[in-house]
Structures are given as structure tokens and as C-alpha cells.
């Protein structure tokens, strides 16, 4: 992290960011499984939720019907749930 993301984080949170080195540290180490996780998630047939990949089917978080409206993933990760949506051409 650059001196000013962590002076620029420093001063949204107001609080110190010591604890940013050992998250990174531990993700860095995730990252593989992480990755080989998100490729099976993209591959799947239908969206599964939380640590037990509940299908979209029994969750329905999606609405039944995305047109016209705008949507926005918010997070981290491998933009599964923008993968999952059908396209809009836009």
C-alpha cells in the first residue's frame, strides 16, 4: 500500500491502520483458493449464497426483472454477482 492510500484511509477511518499489513498478509495467502473458488462460482449453473451456497433459486435476491434498472456490485471479489445478471448491452 502507498504512503498516500494508507494516509488517505487514515484519515476517512480516523482510526490507525495497523491492522492493515497482517489483512493483506492473510489474503495474499487465500488468494489461490479464492481464485480457484470464484472459477468454480462462475462456472456453476445458478448463483449460491454464503458459506453454504444456498442457490438463487431457494434465496431469489435477484428481482425477477433487471430492465431499466441500474445496478451496481459493491465489494471485492470477482464480480460474480455482475457475471451472474444477463447482459443488458450496456
Known amino acids: 500500500?502507498?504512503?498516500?492510500?494508507?494516509h488517505s484511509l487514515a484519515m476517512?477511518?480516523?482510526?490507525?491502520?495497523?491492522?492493515?499489513?497482517?489483512?493483506?498478509?492473510?489474503?495474499?495467502?487465500?488468494?489461490?483458493?479464492?481464485?480457484d473458488l470464484g472459477r468454480r462460482n462462475w462456472l456453476a449453473d445458478e448463483p449460491g449464497w454464503g458459506v453454504f451456497h444456498t442457490p438463487e433459486s431457494i434465496v431469489n435476491l435477484f428481482p425477477a426483472d433487471l430492465d431499466g434498472l441500474d445496478v451496481i456490485e459493491l465489494g471485492c471479489g470477482t464480480a460474480y454477482v455482475s457475471v451472474c445478471r444477463p447482459p443488458s448491452g450496456r
Open 1 to 6: 500500500m502507498t504512503d498516500v492510500c494508507a
Open 12 to 35: 476517512v477511518s480516523r482510526r490507525p491502520l495497523d491492522h492493515l499489513p497482517a489483512n493483506m498478509t492473510a489474503w495474499e495467502a487465500r488468494k489461490s483458493d479464492q481464485q
